[in-house]
């Protein structure tokens, strides 16, 4: 009786963990996700050949960029064509972001009210390129099931934490399930409308990575325009010169 007593307790133990363990599985999904897009395109340090197309109503034009990154917080952007451009730089040291211009030969930082303004003119904002937020750290996030949910994928909400400077009341990102890749992430403005979508495509794989190669901006507002931003190659867990994330390369040029 005492043996049979043991074994009902053990597994009633197991059900127990098994049905906290469904329980709480939603919130540390929403998590793993939430990391992997943070991680998507960075690791402890990258380098990246990108193409960035501009399309407006009045004019389309190609940008050429190199870009390394270490970490969360280090980004230094080359653009390499057109001429016209070629040379300026974009750096962001954690909190802190400078442009280079090369016709004038100055080094310009961008104080933490342009993060949301347009990068060279692109749909992109310098936020987007140097990505000052992180999910994990600045959001907080939810598994939800919006309208349009599709079988087959995973929506992940997220909402700024209190003080944090983003604009958007809410991003939610449409996340394949099998894959875990995004498929699209949309952003809210402050009356809970779409402003801005971003449309992911093209997975390939990059040594031990696998990412969508090709982002498509399209902001909501403005009928006739869109950035798409293409990985031409990706390096993954570089060892980087700490010399590359600095105001006196930014202002070589090279």
């Given at each position: 009786m005492r043996k049979q007593l043991v074994i009902l307790l053990i597994v009633m133990t197991v059900l127990l963990l098994v049905v906290l363990g469904f329980a709480q599985s939603p919130?540390?999904?929403?998590?793993?996700?939430?990391?992997?897009?943070?991680?998507?395109?960075?690791?402890?340090?990258?380098?990246?050949?990108?193409?960035?197309?501009?399309?407006?109503?009045?004019?389309?034009?190609?940008?050429?960029?190199?870009?390394?990154?270490?970490?969360?917080?280090?980004?230094?952007?080359?653009?390499?064509?057109?001429?016209?451009?070629?040379?300026v730089g974009t750096l962001r040291l954690g909190n802190e972001m400078w442009n280079y211009l090369p016709k004038t030969d100055k080094v310009i930082k961008i104080p933490p009210s342009m993060m949301m303004s347009s990068w060279m003119g692109s749909?992109?904002?310098n936020d987007d390129l140097v990505k000052e937020y992180s999910f994990v750290n600045d959001f907080v996030?939810?598994?939800?099931?919006p309208t349009e949910a599709q079988k087959g994928f995973l929506y992940l909400e997220c909402r700024p934490k209190p003080g944090v400077p983003v604009v958007w009341?809410?991003?939610?990102?449409?996340?394949?399930?099998?894959?875990?890749?995004?498929?699209w992430?949309?952003?809210?403005?402050?009356?809970?409308?779409?402003?801005?979508?971003?449309?992911?495509?093209?997975?390939?794989?990059?040594?031990?990575?696998?990412?969508?190669?090709?982002?498509?901006?399209?902001?909501?507002?403005?009928?006739?325009?869109?950035?798409?931003?293409?990985?031409?190659?990706v390096?993954?867990?570089?060892?980087?010169?700490?010399?590359?994330?600095?105001?006196?390369?930014?202002q070589s040029g090279n």
């Open positions: 919130d540390r999904r929403a998590q793993e996700l939430a990391r992997k897009i943070d991680d998507l395109y960075r690791s402890q340090a990258s380098y990246a050949q990108v193409e960035m197309h501009i399309v407006t109503p009045d004019w389309q034009r190609t940008l050429s960029l190199k870009a390394w990154s270490k970490g969360q917080d280090k980004t230094f952007i080359r653009i390499l064509e057109p001429k016209k451009e070629s040379g749909d992109f904002t996030f939810r598994l939800v099931t009341d809410k991003i939610v990102i449409a996340v394949d399930e099998v894959t875990s890749l995004p498929v992430q949309k952003f809210y403005d402050e009356k809970g409308k779409v402003a801005r979508i971003m449309n992911y495509s093209q997975v390939k794989t990059f040594g031990r990575r696998t990412i969508p190669t090709v982002m498509e901006m399209i902001p909501q507002t403005k009928e006739g325009y869109k950035t798409v931003l293409r990985y031409v190659s390096q993954f867990d570089l060892d980087l010169d700490e010399a590359i994330f600095s105001l006196r390369n930014l």
